[in-house]
């Protein structure tokens, strides 16, 4: 984690520090899984995610949010949506069919 901290995405990682409620509990490899989105979506993303989070969006909100970024206009982008929300439930092994 430290070497997150230092590297270019520390203003995503302050980001998710400060909008998410503090008694949610995420794994590293939710962190992962945001960063990614909002590394290809950009931050307002991340932010609405986490507001999502804060809400008690459940699994197929989360699902219904990642993947609505890999439709219409962002088509191409399907399949990467598809493995950050895996890997966010912790489907680590996900791979393309």
């Given at each position: 984690m430290e070497v997150l901290v230092q590297t270019k995405i520390k203003p995503e990682l302050v980001i998710i520090r400060k909008v998410l409620n503090k008694n949610i509990?995420?794994?590293?490899?939710?962190?992962?899984?945001?960063?990614?989105?909002?590394?290809?979506?950009?931050?307002?993303?991340?932010?609405?995610?986490?507001?999502?989070?804060?809400k008690g969006g459940g699994t197929a909100d989360i699902y219904s949010f990642f993947l609505q970024f890999g439709s219409g206009k962002f088509q191409?982008?399907?399949?990467?949506?598809?493995?950050?929300v895996e890997y966010f439930f912790g489907n680590k092994n996900y791979k393309k069919k």
């Open positions: 509990k995420i794994a590293d490899h939710q962190v992962m899984a945001m960063l990614s989105l909002s590394y290809q979506m950009g931050a307002t993303r991340l932010r609405m995610l986490c507001r999502l989070m804060n191409g982008h399907r399949e990467r949506r598809m493995q950050e």
